[in-house]
């Protein structure tokens, strides 16, 4: 397993871009894929996007296709994903998480390590 935290979350206008970032530990980051979640409050946890472990294949929820990107650096540890054209219905906590396998796939089975999570709040 690693370990994972995220960071990069904050207050947004409605518009606006934040860009995430996934800090993992352990020389073995780059043998995961990466799933990004979240969860608003009183909803349940939902899928964002994952990228698998060389980057090469991508997964995005509907919502936010064209908006939102995800990229990795293995040589830094770290998953990014950048945000678009925020929207208030995107405000949540954002986590990202790690799997063995990349699946295309909404499903939060499988992931293994968690973050803490980071708080993205955007205005209207």
């Known amino acids: 397993q690693v370990q994972l935290v995220e960071s990069g979350g904050g207050l947004v206008q409605a518009g606006g871009s934040l860009r995430l970032s996934c800090a993992g530990s352990?020389?073995?980051?780059?043998?995961?894929?990466i799933g990004w979640f979240r969860q608003a409050p009183g909803k349940e946890r939902e899928f964002v996007s994952n990228i698998s472990w060389d980057g090469g294949r991508t997964y995005y929820r509907d919502s936010v296709k064209g908006r939102f990107t995800i990229s990795r650096d293995n040589a830094k540890n770290t998953v990014y994903l950048q945000m678009n054209s925020l929207k208030p219905e995107d405000t949540a906590v954002y986590y990202c998480a790690s799997r063995r396998n990349w699946y295309a796939t909404l499903e939060s089975r499988g992931y293994d390590s968690w973050g803490q999570g980071t708080q993205v709040t955007v205005s209207s």
């Open positions: 352990g020389r073995t980051f780059s043998n995961y894929a």
